[in-house]
């Protein structure tokens, strides 16, 4: 059973400041992706990377791919209130079409 | 374009009964997967569906079972209900394809007692 690791559990931050979630794994992902979700919604899809190295951007949001393709991580920059939510990591092992879920980092952004 | 719908949003059971919760999928996409979302594991896969065909399988136990129909909606069945199986049950449909982004509906809540 593959185990994939999502750290901090829980982040208060005050609007404006920047953030790092982390995402790391044992084994190698064959591709992984980010989510957030609100309270009484079902998981969103932020973005998916599949290249060891990748780096994508999203507004404020930047997420990266490990070289090895075991870890990943979402860096947020001036956080605002409506960044507020869990965010989740999922990752693809082999061709398998399942994921595995990170824990969930829950983000709370205060004015 | 419709989302993903999940009904009912809420239950409530008591234990030993079974449930049934049903899944509409965008429309197009034929693969549907369900997934277990509770405070102290998260979320976690239970199975996926793909023209009808069970085509991935978590660790969950018999009692959990689906199946899918050839208009692509997905049923999901849990028998034997224990107080445990209390959590928020998410379906996600997508094309099917390795990497084919996941679209999830807002999940049914369900309260066993």
């Known amino acids: 059973t593959q185990l994939l690791e999502q750290s901090p559990q829980f982040l208060s931050i005050q609007e404006g400041e920047n953030l790092t979630v982390y995402c790391n794994s044992s084994s190698v992902f064959s591709s992984l992706q980010w989510y957030r979700q609100e309270p009484g919604e079902g998981p969103v899809l932020l973005v998916t990377?599949?290249?060891?190295?990748e780096v994508k951007k999203l507004k404020r949001l930047t997420f990266q791919f490990g070289d090895a393709r075991k870890d990943s991580s979402l860096h947020i920059t001036a956080a605002q209130p409506g960044d507020t939510g869990l965010y989740l990591c999922?990752?693809?092992?082999?061709?398998?079409?399942?994921?595995?879920f990170g824990s969930g980092t829950q983000l709370t952004v205060l004015p | 374009k419709a989302g993903v719908t999940q009904t009912p949003r809420y239950l409530i059971k008591t234990r030993g009964q079974q449930v049934t919760l049903s899944c509409s999928p965008i429309?197009?996409?034929?693969?549907v997967s369900w997934y277990q979302q509770t405070p102290g594991q998260g979320l976690q896969f239970l199975f996926e569906y793909f023209s009808e065909t069970q085509r991935n399988k978590g660790n969950f136990p018999g009692r959990f079972s689906g199946r899918q129909f050839s208009n692509s909606r997905s049923e999901m069945n849990v028998s034997t209900l224990e107080l445990g199986d209390s959590a928020l049950y998410l379906c996600?449909?997508?094309?099917?394809?390795?990497?084919?982004?996941?679209?999830f509906g807002n999940g049914t809540r369900l309260t066993v007692t």
């Open positions: 996600a449909s997508s094309l099917g394809q390795d990497n084919s982004p996941l679209h």
């Open positions: 429309s197009g996409h034929r693969s």
């Open positions: 999922a990752g693809a092992y082999g061709s398998a079409r399942q994921l595995t």
């Open positions: 990377v599949v290249t060891g190295g």
